[in-house]
Nanobody, 126 residues
Framework: QVQLQESGPGLVKPSQTLSLTCTVSGGSITTSYYAWSWIRQPPGKGLEWMGVIAYDGSTYYSPSLKSRTSISRDTSKNQFSLQLSSVTPEDTAVYYC??????????????????WGQGTLVTVSS
């Protein structure tokens, strides 16, 4: 069964770039019709969808984060990554990677997720 695991630094300085990698096993990130997303949850707040990279490499981002967010992939390693630039303490959160079911998402207009990583806490602090 597909498994996802986040990795990267747990502490980032303000104004720097937050970088995380999601390693996928048990399934290919190029398999139709799935996409691969990043979601975060700040302390005491709800989940926030950040963006996604689809099986064909196309990307989509939350409007509120689009200017600072970049999602990329390395198909040879079966990994996809998140880069969030110009971070502030408000970017402190648990960051999750997750798989998206493209067909359900398209029909309902709501992001449908069927597999998650365990999450990793990233703290932005000087």
């Amino acid at each position: 069964q597909v498994q996802l695991q986040e990795s990267g630094p747990g502490l980032v300085k303000p104004s720097q770039t937050l970088s995380l990698t999601c390693t996928v096993s048990g399934g290919s990130i190029t398999t139709s019709y799935y996409a691969w997303s990043w979601i975060r949850q700040p302390p005491g707040k709800g989940l926030e969808w950040m963006g996604v990279i689809a099986y064909d490499g196309s990307t989509y981002y939350s409007p509120s984060l689009k200017s600072r967010t970049s999602i990329s992939r390395d198909t040879s390693k079966n990994q996809f990554s998140l880069q969030l630039s110009s971070v502030t303490p408000e970017d402190t959160a648990v960051y999750y990677c997750a798989r998206v079911i493209v067909v359900v998402t398209t029909i309902t207009g709501t992001v449908a997720l069927d597999a998650w990583g365990q999450g990793t806490l990233v703290t932005v602090s000087s």
